[in-house]
């Protein structure tokens, strides 16, 4: 199936640093999405990517989808303690075979850790 | 307050008891969907439903159901747990499909054993 790469597994950063995180795949996504995991709590929305080099910003964060449509990144700039926690992209595509558009694919997550 | 709620939080159980995680939503969501959360493996998605009485397969069903009989519920059923289904699971909603913001429970721990 469809694989998103996302790396390196951990990152340590200094607070008040920038970080970049990167999502790439061998697949063309009509859709990019980021979320952010909590410690003991669900994935939350960051920021959804709806078209090939779009760029959007939520406050500190910034993303953009991929020209190529086969990859995103994810911008923190200016990191606080809270930054802390797991960083996944998802990529949706239709599905080949049926057409339905239900197909949503993780990476496997790149966990944040900010040093104060 | 908008939410999906899933129960239990936590589970203990040993191979073969046949257990039910439910969910449910409050936001008339159409599409719903459970993942399953392991170590190094990411969010992987175990079955979703574009809405009442459509559900699918993801990309790791083996060994789950899962039923929409009404629009706030999706209940995941584990007829016989073994071993390899002890992880993180959770649940998820959106308005229309994945590609838009779903919104996710607070997960369920579950231990087979």
């Known amino acids: 199936g469809q694989q998103l790469n996302q790396s390196p597994q951990s990152m340590f950063i200094q607070e008040g640093e920038d970080v970049s995180m990167n999502c790439t795949s061998s697949?063309?996504?009509?859709?990019w999405l980021w979320y952010k995991q909590d410690p003991g709590e669900g994935p939350v929305l960051l920021i959804a990517l709806y078209k090939a080099g779009e760029l959007t910003s939520n406050g500190r964060l910034t993303a953009q989808f991929g020209i190529t449509r086969k990859d995103s990144f994810l911008n923190i700039s200016a990191s606080i303690p809270s930054d802390v926690g797991i960083y996944f992209c998802?990529?949706?595509?239709?599905?080949?075979?049926?057409?339905?558009?239900?197909?949503?694919?993780f990476g496997k997550g790149i966990t944040l850790s900010v040093r104060p | 307050e908008a939410q999906v709620t899933q129960n239990p939080r936590y589970l203990i159980t040993v191979t073969g008891k046949k257990l039910t995680v439910t969910c449910s939503q409050n936001?008339?969501?159409?599409?719903m969907s459970w993942y399953r959360q392991d170590p190094g493996l990411g969010l992987r998605q175990i079955y979703y439903?574009?809405?009442?009485?459509?559900?699918d397969k993801g990309d790791v069903p083996e060994g789950y159901k899962v039923s929409r009989k009404e629009k706030r519920n999706f209940p995941l059923i584990l007829e016989s747990p073994s071993p390899n289904q002890t992880s993180l699971y959770f649940c998820a909603s959106s308005h229309r499909g994945p590609n838009q913001p779903q919104h996710f429970g607070d997960g369920t721990r579950l231990s087979i054993l």
């Open positions: 936001m008339n969501h159409e599409y």
């Open positions: 998802a990529g949706h595509a239709t599905r080949p075979s049926t057409g339905a558009n239900s197909k949503l694919t």
């Open positions: 439903s574009m809405n009442v009485e459509v559900t």
């Open positions: 697949s063309i996504f009509n859709t």
